[in-house]
């Protein structure tokens, strides 16, 4: 999974399954590697009038962690899927109403901010939800050498100097939402979504190739 120079950025194997949810209005299992996420998403729906928002949707996201109550942590990856859902929607076209997204923990070996992106998308397509664009997280993990990995693995994350995650769009590969922790140069930054630009076209690839198996078994 280490990328040097310009050569191509190497991802974990994608796992991915739709409409497996009877409830949720749309519904995906992303797996990469050995990082699992389940993802739900209801709406459009009624919102509360304290909530709503006269000329679009109002956006909720909540993750439920393996196991225990949601920290901070929680929190902060929420606002993040939050802002790339919202950028993705075209929630004007369902003003006062709401989308909740719903995502839970099944399995965390690394880079799973991206992971639930993933998930995200795929659940949002799978809802039939209106959206400007798709959208593919990338997580970098720049070790102790100064080498970029893509797609770390949990313990790969721990001997990291530095961590990013991006949401990166389908149309113009520009970055949607951008997640960093730790130490690292503006060049170092720049590599890092360079490499993530790169490695979301082989995600999008899997969107397409997973949504066109869903759809011929149905024929």
Same mark, same amino acid.
């Given at each position: ?11 974990? %194997? ?9 409830? *949720? ?16 998403? &209801?709406?459009? @729906? ?29 929190? @902060? ?17 369902? *003003? ?15 880079? /799973? /901010? ?26 970098? @993990?720049?070790?102790? %050498? ?5 797609? *770390? ?45 790169? @490695? ?6 899997? &969107? ?6 869903? &759809?011929?078994?149905? /024929?």
């Amino acid at each position: 999974m280490e990328v040097c120079g310009s050569s191509s950025p190497t991802l974990r %194997e994608f796992g991915c399954e739709q409409n497996l949810l009877s409830r *949720p209005d749309g519904s995906s299992s992303f797996i990469q590697g050995d990082t699992s996420v389940l993802a739900a998403v &209801y709406g459009p @729906a009624e919102v509360k009038v304290s909530k709503e928002i006269y000329d679009r949707a109002t956006m909720e996201v909540v993750i439920q962690p393996k196991v225990g109550v949601p920290s901070v942590r929680e929190r @902060a990856r929420e606002q993040c899927v939050r802002e790339t859902c919202e950028a993705a929607l075209l929630s004007k076209l369902h *003003p006062r109403s709401s989308f909740t997204l719903v995502l839970q923990v099944v399995h965390d070996d690394g880079s /799973l /901010l991206s992971c639930f992106l993933n998930a995200a998308c795929m659940a949002l397509m799978d809802g039939g939800l209106p959206m400007g664009c798709l959208f593919a997280g990338v997580t970098c @993990a720049i070790n102790g %050498e100064g080498q970029i990995i893509t797609d *770390p693995t949990a313990v790969q994350e721990k001997g990291s100097r530095a961590l990013m995650t991006f949401a990166i769009d389908s149309t113009e590969r520009r970055v949607m939402m951008s997640s960093t922790k730790g130490s690292f140069t503006v060049h170092e930054l720049q590599k890092c979504i360079a490499i993530s630009q790169k @490695a979301s076209e082989k995600i999008f690839q899997f &969107y397409r190739d997973s949504v066109r198996r869903r &759809y011929s078994k149905t /024929l």
